[in-house]
């Protein structure tokens, strides 16, 4: 027995109802706003105490272009130069020792990493300043010949103690970015008949340059602010003028500040040359680069213009 039914009575299945929203009520994190104000007040405190001790504010502006001060900076940022050219030469080359195949290469390439590396840099600026206690010529048949107190003047000192320390972390750096390197763009270029050096030119470094440069330029930094360690093999830095003007106007904080200042306008400024270098060899490793804080500035600017234009 069959039995029918009615399909006018069937009802068709509808879409089910939406989920209701969530009201999402966000955490009120009171810890953060216990350190702002911490933070907040440990700064104004700060800046009272140095607002009512005795320190001389007006020496500072005063001072800022002195001729010494001048002078000292000058040779804080050619010692600064001259270093780092040193360090990433040798450096570089200290890194393809280490990457020989030649294990008398190799070895001597570690040892000097190992040794400048392990010492601190100051210890080895007196050592160069005072060799002459034990070496009491310099002679370098038949290219050169004189006392060795003659020879090693303090900018030497500075230069050898600074530069020969900078070879042994600018080694270790460039290692790491030739051994970023994919080993299949050795072994293509040498398959297409590239020499080993040709190699090393044209394909290699020019690849490891994006994990050479960060840190080459925190080391460009970092010298700069090392090199005040040469006022101890008595070379005329920046430090030592204002050590020298600090004693003979009587404003020593003052000048101390002021050295304090003109170290932070220097590697402010070495920082913006940095970055625009890392986005440089950052061309090829990103389909579109992010905008610059001035590309910001200017993109906030025009939206700007454009919002009060449309609202007028």
């Known amino acids: 027995m069959s039995v029918d039914v009615d399909k006018s009575d069937r009802s068709p299945a509808g879409p089910p109802p939406p989920p209701p929203s969530i009201k999402a009520i966000p955490v009120r994190h009171y810890g953060r706003w216990v350190a702002a104000v911490v933070v907040i007040a440990v700064i104004v405190l700060l800046g009272r105490a140095f607002a009512t001790g005795n320190v001389n504010w007006d020496a500072i502006p005063e001072y800022l272009f002195n001729a010494d001060i001048l002078k000292g900076l000058r040779n804080t940022l050619l010692i600064t130069l001259l270093s780092m050219i040193i360090g990433i030469v040798l450096g570089v080359i200290l890194a393809v020792m280490r990457q020989s195949k030649n294990p008398v290469t190799s070895t001597v390439a570690w040892f000097y990493v190992w040794f400048f590396r392990g010492t601190p840099v100051y210890v080895q600026l007196f050592l160069w300043f005072n060799l002459g206690l034990v070496f009491q010529y310099i002679d370098i048949m038949p290219i050169y010949k004189d006392e060795w107190s003659d020879f090693m003047t303090p900018f030497l000192c500075a230069l050898l103690g600074l530069g020969l320390n900078e070879a042994a972390y600018m080694a270790e750096i460039c290692r790491a970015g030739l051994n970023a390197v994919d080993e299949g763009q050795t072994e293509a270029a040498h398959a297409l008949g590239m020499s080993h050096g040709k ?108 919002r009060a234009g449309g609202a007028a």
């Open 199 to 306: 190699t090393l030119r044209r394909i290699i470094v020019p690849q490891a340059m994006r994990v050479i440069v960060p840190p080459t330029g925190n080391e460009v930094i970092n010298m700069l602010k090392t090199s005040s360690l040469v006022i101890a093999v008595q070379y005329y830095d920046l430090l030592q003028a204002a050590q020298n003007v600090g004693r003979d106007s009587g404003v020593v904080v003052e000048m101390l500040i002021l050295a304090a200042a003109w170290y932070l306008i220097a590697t402010t400024v070495l920082s913006i040359g940095q970055y625009y270098l890392e986005r440089y060899y950052a061309r090829g490793s990103s389909r579109q680069l992010p905008p610059t804080p001035l590309q910001r500035a200017k993109a906030k600017l025009s939206g700007g213009f454009h």
